[in-house]
């Protein structure tokens, strides 16, 4: 199938140069991303720069291992999607499938990495499910999911006094999904959901409709349980409707990453309350890598579902390679075990590790998007207001209901 006809596809080649000697196949990473849609700023090429770094850090450490990346855009298109990784691993021999721009496309891709024996690196995909009742031996969920989102951003809102919430919700798997779990920590903090309205995805660009519907619910916090520029129109359009000016209402954004915020500009963002597992500006192993980032991707600075992407393709490179590049690419699932089996530690998310249910855990970090006059320049925009430790950031293991974790 030709996928440049089929997929709009976008498509790029690593190798190292190895000695001649090194007659071991290369290892095949297929990112499968949003290139151009309304998830591009927060996946897409910045998704392939982190897989990118990634390789080349792994390839100077282990120079007799050749690693390549192939990279496809599916358009958010779940059938589309899933014939790009049928075709990567039936024809071009690709070992493990990273980024992932849906939870729709994410919850069909485990079923072919099962039924092919791969490898399937969640980084960009929400749905919490992805560790729970659809978990596997063949994937892992990184980054974050909605329960972490929900668990922080929805318990401290109604802690702050937000007790009354109105949803905007994408209606496919995602939206869904945050929706449920928001919706579950408000009421377990003793707040009320009002209601919600669902706006279709993708192609949604009026929202006035929707944000009529939150602002007659009287409710206190309006949820966007969408996200990429989705979220920020809802933002954008939210501000022109008046919905929060002083005493309307306060957006929650479960799932607003720093590259929607540098698009909707902190005069619209500023007291906006986010969750991400990796800032830029946390330490300096993240300025270090944020500084290499930028260089390539003409200033802009990575986020999570970027450093993600590093560190999820690296920690799997190293399994591989301690297993053996050829057990790891005949055998996803022995691939996948010994991912969990070693300790995960990079200078991006810090120490960590990948759960038996698939889940890799790590901090979670609550910010408030600073004000104009607070920040110092372009992309000091966030404000750290509390962490989780990994422990108590993701879902406990034994209420997921993942068959591996029993």
């Not at 100077?60 to 690693?67: A, S």
């Not at 024809?91 to 990273?98: C, F, L, M, Q, S």
């Not at 729970?132 to 969920?141: E, F, K, L, Q, Y």
């Not at 349980?225 to 002083?246: C, H, M, W």
Request: charged fraction near 20%; aromatic fraction near 8%; include cysteine.
């Amino acid at each position: 199938m030709e996928f440049s006809r089929r997929s709009a596809l976008a498509a790029a080649t690593l190798a190292a140069t190895i000695p001649a000697r090194a007659q071991t196949p290369p290892i095949r990473l297929g990112v499968l991303t949003d290139m151009s849609g309304p998830y591009a700023g927060n996946t897409g090429p910045g998704s392939v720069m982190g897989v990118r770094l990634a390789i080349e850090d792994f390839m100077r450490e282990n120079p007799g291992i050749r690693v390549e990346m192939v990279v496809a855009d599916p358009q958010n298109r779940v059938d589309t999607g899933l014939q790009i990784a049928r075709s990567w691993f039936d024809r071009e021999g690709v070992d493990a499938i990273i980024d992932v721009p849906t939870s729709a496309i994410a919850l069909g891709l485990v079923d072919i990495v099962k039924e092919k024996n791969k490898v399937a690196l969640i980084t960009a995909a929400a749905a919490s499910d992805l560790s729970g009742r659809a978990c596997s031996p063949n994937h892992v969920h990184w980054v974050y999911d909605t329960w972490a989102m929900a668990h922080t951003v929805g318990t401290a809102t109604v802690q702050e006094g937000g007790d009354t919430w109105y949803f905007l919700t994408a209606d496919y798997a995602f939206g869904h999904a945050i929706e449920r779990d928001t919706g579950a920590f408000v009421t377990a903090a003793g707040g009320r959901v009002l209601g919600s309205a669902r706006h279709p995805f993708p192609g949604t660009t009026d929202f006035s409709s929707f944000l009529l519907q939150a602002q007659a619910s009287r409710a206190k916090v309006l949820g966007l349980a969408n996200a990429g520029t989705d979220a920020v129109n809802s933002i954008k359009q939210a501000a022109e409707f008046g919905l929060t000016r002083p005493g309307a209402m306060r957006i929650a954004a479960m799932l607003t990453q720093i590259n929607d915020v540098h698009a909707l500009g902190l005069q619209a963002g500023q007291n906006l309350l986010l969750t991400e597992s990796f800032y830029w500006d946390m330490n300096d192993g993240t300025r270090a890598f944020a500084a290499r980032f930028a260089r390539e991707m003409r200033g802009q600075h990575p986020g999570m579902i970027h450093a993600g992407g590093y560190s999820a393709a690296m920690h799997y490179l190293k399994a591989a390679a301690s297993l053996g590049v050829a057990a790891a690419r005949a055998d996803g699932a022995a691939a996948i075990r010994r991912m969990k089996e070693i300790p995960t530690n990079d200078p991006l998310f810090g120490p960590g590790q990948v759960r038996a249910d698939g889940r890799k855990i790590h901090p979670m970090h609550l910010f408030l998007v600073k004000s104009p006059g607070e920040s110092r320049g372009p992309w000091d925009y966030f404000k750290l207001l509390r962490s989780l430790p990994a422990g108590q950031s993701f879902r406990p293991m034994a209420e997921g209901g993942c068959a591996l974790a029993r």
